[in-house]
């Protein structure tokens, strides 16, 4: 007789099949296997299923008796692990390194995942923003292996946010102190940045005959002498769109400290009538109202 198990190691909870492979004997056959080495049968069927709970070493026993009495005697060894659950976030960077972050940015936070424990695991990761819980997200992360996590929110508050990325504790995981990264995002409102006195828009003429071409001009001045400000966000606003046609209506500009910028469109009126024009800021955080605009009128 032969004992043989499947498999033969693993963490608990560990579930083993179990067979005794018998040549001869007269039949009937009669099994009896201890399983846990206590001197106990815990299972007369001849190719059992266990489960074991407790990590240890355990050498498993089958006995088989035939019609005539006859037997014989097979063991395998079992060994069972404790399983290890350790999750922790390695790193935590933003879309916005390197450029200024506006007041109603979507901002992407990225960080890295790895599972250092012994098993598969689902881990649920959330973004928290000054506190609050703003994207999660669950994913799969095999043993040993690093995942990417991106999550997005809206930056709906000026000044600097506390960002976090949090891996949650998975089931049975006992280390705790490696499941957070932080950094500061410097979020800034566009209506601070832009000088009062640099919120005029102007035209290169009142009247243009269709199918001509004017040009619009929108001086933007930076407030702070010691700041600069990249990628600011600046459209020209028209009441009737559809009315011109503009190659770039959206730019994106560059500040250096207290410098200003002469943002310039080039357009081509397409529909006789009389229409306003003027610009929008940031994400629409000044809007059109607050750009003193000009009427243009198309002949």
């Known amino acids: 007789m032969t ?24 039949a009937p056959l009669s099994f009896a296997w201890d399983f846990d080495g206590d001197g106990f049968p815990d299972s ?10 407790l990590p240890a070493t355990y050498t498993a026993v089958v006995n088989v008796t035939d019609a005539d009495g006859d037997s014989d005697t097979d063991s395998v060894v079992v060994t069972v692990s404790a399983a290890t659950h350790d999750i922790s976030v390695d790193s935590i960077t933003h879309s916005k390194v390197g450029t200024t972050a506006y007041l109603w940015d979507l901002i992407d936070v990225t960080s ?25 997200a669950t994913v799969p992360v095999a043993n040993g292996v690093t995942v990417s996590v991106t999550l997005r929110y809206n930056a709906t508050s000026a000044d600097f946010n506390n960002v976090v990325m949090h891996a949650l504790p998975v089931v049975g995981e006992g280390i705790f102190s490696n499941q957070v990264q932080s950094t500061s995002i410097r ?35 930076n407030r702070y002498a010691i700041q600069s400000f ?17 190659a770039t209506p959206v730019q994106f500009i560059d500040l250096a400290g207290g410098d200003w910028k ?16 003027s610009a929008i800021l940031g994400n629409n955080e000044i809007d059109s109202t607050e750009i003193a605009s000009k009427t243009i009128t198309v002949v």
Not at 44 to 53: G, K, L, M, R, T
Not at 112 to 120: C, E, F
């Open 3 to 26: 004992a043989s198990a499947t498999p033969t190691s693993g963490d608990l909870p560990l579930l083993v099949q179990f067979n005794a492979t018998v040549v001869g004997g007269e």
């Open 262 to 277: 002469l943002v310039q469109w080039n357009v081509n009126a397409l529909t006789p009538g009389s229409y306003v024009i």
């Open 230 to 246: 990249d990628d600011l966000r600046v459209e020209l606003w028209s009441s009737n769109p559809a009315a011109f046609g503009v």
């Open 44 to 53: 007369f069927a001849q190719n059992p299923v266990f489960i074991y709970n």
């Open 187 to 221: 979020v800034w409102s566009v209506d601070d940045v832009v000088s009062p006195s640099t919120r005029t828009l102007f035209i290169s003429t009142p009247t243009v005959i269709a199918g001509g071409n004017f040009t619009a001009f929108l001086p933007v001045q």
């Open 112 to 136: 890295d995942i790895h599972n250092w424990g012994s098993g598969a695991e689902s881990v649920t990761v959330q973004l928290e923003v000054d506190g609050v819980v703003r994207n999660s």
